[in-house]
């Protein structure tokens, strides 16, 4: 993972001070490249530069493959369900969740960079029960490791995958330059109370919030971003 994070996609990590060193917490992020290099490369920042090892809610496709469901097994991913992350929250532990969900990694490479619907916001309601902070994070970069070009709808391949659709992308994981960056936390827990995780629009608002404060942050990295791969 060194060799990849430092030499290969040359990761650079901003803003991770705003990960807390001890407690719970909501790492809410984007997903792209379809395969979990992302998720994987910020596990490694976070434990080599905070101490910190994230539980990442994986989606029940990933242990349909052999090889994908032993690595993240080991990596420390659980199923994607509620009763998984109520149990990293209230063991004090970083919940790791990407909101837009498996059709967020099998975004289309020319909307790459859009953030799609954020699927049934359940992660913000885990957060108001548990009292935890919400951590939005941003990377750019690891879209272009896989770009996804086209889809090829196989019902056989989707049904038996679980995954959307058959993407067409090229054969090896490219080398692009990535920036990723942890924003400031959302301390919900000090603005409502674990009931509110039971008022659709509070839990509406707070989640439309993330997003914007997201998609802001994407926009602004890729104003700044000069080469893909430099």
């Not at 060193?21 to 792209?32: P, S, W």
């Not at 690891?142 to 070009?149: L, N």
């Amino acid at each position: 993972f060194k060799l990849l994070h430092d030499r290969y996609w040359r990761v650079e990590v901003h803003g991770i001070e705003h990960v807390p060193e001890t407690g719970g917490g909501v790492l809410v992020g984007m997903h792209r490249g379809f395969m979990p290099f992302d998720g994987v490369m910020l596990l490694f920042a976070l434990v080599t530069k905070r101490n910190r090892i994230p539980r990442f809610l994986i989606h029940p496709s990933l242990t349909k493959f052999p090889f994908l469901a032993d690595f993240m097994a080991k990596l420390g991913g659980v199923i994607a369900c509620q009763e998984n992350g109520e149990w990293v929250l209230q063991n004090g532990e970083l919940l790791g969740v990407f909101p837009e969900g498996i059709r967020g990694a099998f975004t289309m490479y020319e909307k790459a960079y859009t953030l799609g619907k954020f699927g049934r916001d359940e992660y913000v309601r885990m957060a108001l029960r548990n009292r935890a902070p919400i951590i939005p994070f941003v990377t750019v970069g690891s879209a272009e490791i896989y770009p996804i070009f086209k889809r090829v709808d196989w019902k056989w391949f989707t049904r038996y995958t679980e995954w959307p659709f058959l993407p067409v992308t090229v054969p090896f994981p490219l080398p692009s330059k990535w920036h990723t960056q942890f924003l400031p936390p959302m301390h919900i827990e000090r603005d409502y109370g674990p009931e509110a995780a039971d008022d659709p629009r509070t839990v509406r608002r707070i989640s439309l919030e993330v997003r914007q404060r997201m998609q802001a942050a994407i926009d602004e990295m890729l104003l700044r971003r000069t080469s893909i791969f430099t």
